[in-house]
């Protein structure tokens, strides 16, 4: 499951743009290859984001993966209901499964990012 209406970053992060705010996820194909997440560190409301910088950390039974900030700016939400309920990111990643909203600094950032077709490209789904 890929939606048309999203950016992809090459480390599995979704992006949508909703005006100058970019909300951000893991995509479907991350959260089934990382299996059953148990915990998600996110950043505080507030911190800065880097493009390709780490944001937070998912924790899966099987592993654990750092979260990369696809656009640069600042963090204006975090999604507080993973702290207790991170497996609502195998459940509805694209939903209820968003992570963090950012305040875009440069929103050309979002112009580097892969389109669905070349995200399923990547991820051999094409």
């Known amino acids: 499951m890929v939606p048309e209406n999203l950016k992809y970053t090459d480390q599995h992060e979704w992006v949508r743009v909703e005006g100058d705010t970019a909300v951000v996820g893991i995509t479907d194909y991350a959260q089934g290859e990382l299996g059953d997440i148990v915990y998600v560190e996110l950043p505080l409301v507030g911190s800065s984001t880097a493009v390709k ?45 968003w992570m963090i909203k950012i305040k875009m600094s440069n929103p050309s950032d979002v112009d580097s990012l892969l389109s669905p077709a070349e995200y399923k490209k990547l991820i051999g789904k094409e």
Not at 64 to 77: E, K, R
Not at 82 to 95: E, H
Request: proline share 4%; charged share 20%; net charge negative.
């Open 53 to 97: 910088k780490a944001f937070g950390v998912v924790e899966a039974v099987k592993t654990v993966s750092d979260l990369y900030a696809p656009v640069s700016g600042q963090v204006t939400a975090v999604n507080e209901g993973l702290a207790t309920d991170a497996v609502v990111v195998n459940k509805s990643p694209y939903d209820e499964g």
